[in-house]
């Protein structure tokens, strides 16, 4: 339990931090979307869906912040290193792996590398959870979307 709740402190930093991240990322998208046409809900420009969740994502950051304020004070915990690079590696290698080894391969991959960045591994899940991914992965983006991706590497 954090100690400083009941003495006075206010305001949650993670929450804050996220807040500002949501806002920063919504005005980038705003700005790099302010030349294209919007049009009107009747005749949507291809403006119209980025600026609207841009905003969106901007209300949702301000209303994080200003909730944030009246949450029991809590600190921004130390970033696990580890962890950070794991998630990073895996959505390296799916963006490597998919175009040569297929939607299976490259999700099983980045559904493991992710799974190994959090601190309890059970080796049940480690098995199960990309499978069932993949298998979602594959039926909803290029047997529901039919998405132009290979479901299994290419040189088989």
């Not at 005005?27 to 841009?54: H, Q, S, W, Y």
């Not at 959870?129 to 983006?141: D, E």
Request: proline share 5%.
């Amino acid at each position: 339990m954090n100690e400083n709740i009941g003495k006075g402190k206010r305001g949650s930093w993670p929450d804050t931090a996220f807040g500002i991240f949501l806002i920063i990322v919504s005005a980038v998208a705003l700005i790099e979307t302010r030349n294209l046409k919007m049009g009107t809900t009747m005749d949507m420009g291809p403006g119209f869906m980025p600026r609207v969740l841009a905003s969106i994502l901007g209300v949702a950051g301000v209303v994080t912040v200003v909730k944030s304020a009246f949450k029991p004070h809590a600190k921004i915990e130390r970033v696990k290193l580890r962890s950070l690079i794991l998630v990073c590696a895996s959505f390296a290698a799916f963006a490597l792996l998919l175009p040569t080894f297929g939607v299976v391969v490259a999700t099983v991959v980045l559904a493991v590398l992710s799974m190994l960045a959090g601190e309890e591994v059970k080796k049940k899940e480690l098995i199960i959870y990309p499978i069932v991914l993949a298998a979602f992965t594959t039926l909803a983006f290029v047997i529901g979307l039919k998405l132009p991706m290979s479901i299994w590497p290419t040189f088989l």
